[in-house]
Antibody, heavy 120, light 112 residues
Framework: VQLLGSGGGLVQPGGSLRLSCAAS????????MSWVRQAPGKGLEWVSS????????YYAESVRGRFTISRDNSKNTLYLQMNSLRAEDTAMYYC??????????????WGQGTSVTVSS | DVVMTQSPLSLPVTLGQPASISCRSS???????????LNWFQQRPGQSPRRLIY???NRDSGVPDRFSGSGSGTDFTLKIRRVEAEDVGVYYC?????????FGGGTKVEIK
């Protein structure tokens, strides 16, 4: 089981970025997925989750309306579209696998993380 | 939101000695299905988090049996029976019962 995050980088405040998480080694469409972030030197913060089918999505209040989680089960890939980025969105972003299609909060496998820096 | 409070913030431990981390939630973590969705994660320096314990007391595959989880309702504990050098890192509890999902602030385990 492997999760490979990508798409991070340096972006100006107000800008956009799309993160990807390529999954392998398990039946992707059978598992909900989550994004968790970690600001430099800080703890873990849940960002967003999506059901296995993609039909249900959940967001932290801090990102609702600015971030969009989605998935392409034909490509075994999870996405996080981040718009209107702020300095406080600067963090390492981790994707995590959930244990079932509509099970959340399990996070049994984590990706290596992709770094996002929002700065002018 | 459910607030997860961990203590202590920092835990210096002598090699071979036990360690204990407390995690308290601001609401009961018992879900309507009867399960309690409380997990523990380990984050070693420079690495991604790794789940150690799920649903309070179930150890993940490959996790040494010196790690154990216990508790109920709002009060939970992670114990390391005899700390080894590879256990250095930050430990987080996380609740998956209520939206939004929330983590504790972390406990840093270091060797004395």
């Amino acid at each position: 089981v492997q999760l490979l995050g990508s798409g991070g980088g340096l972006v100006q405040p107000g800008g956009s970025l799309r993160l990807s998480c390529a999954a392998s080694g398990f039946t992707f469409s059978s598992c909900a997925m989550s994004w968790v972030r970690q600001a430099p030197g800080k703890g873990l913060e849940w960002v967003s989750s999506i059901s296995g089918s993609g039909g249900n999505t959940y967001y932290a209040e801090s990102v609702r309306g600015r971030f969009t989680i989605s998935r392409d089960n034909s490509k075994n890939t999870l996405y996080l579209q981040m718009n209107s980025l702020r300095a406080e969105d600067t963090a390492m972003y981790y994707c995590a696998k959930e244990s079932g299609s509509t099970s959340y909060g399990g996070m049994d496998v984590w990706g290596q993380g992709t770094s996002v820096t929002v700065s002018s | 939101d459910v607030v997860m409070t961990q203590s202590p913030l920092s835990l210096p431990v002598t090699l071979g000695q036990p360690a204990s981390i407390s995690c308290r939630s601001s609401q009961s973590l018992v879900f309507s299905d009867g399960n309690t969705y409380l997990n523990w994660f380990q984050q070693r320096p420079g690495q991604s988090p790794r789940r150690l314990i799920y649903k309070v007391s179930n150890r993940d595959s490959g996790v040494p049996d010196r790690f154990s989880g216990s508790g109920s309702g709002t009060d939970f504990t992670l114990k390391i029976r005899r700390v080894e050098a590879e256990d250095v890192g930050v430990y987080y509890c996380m609740q998956g019962t209520h939206w939004p999902l929330t983590f504790g602030g972390g406990t840093k385990v270091e060797i004395k």
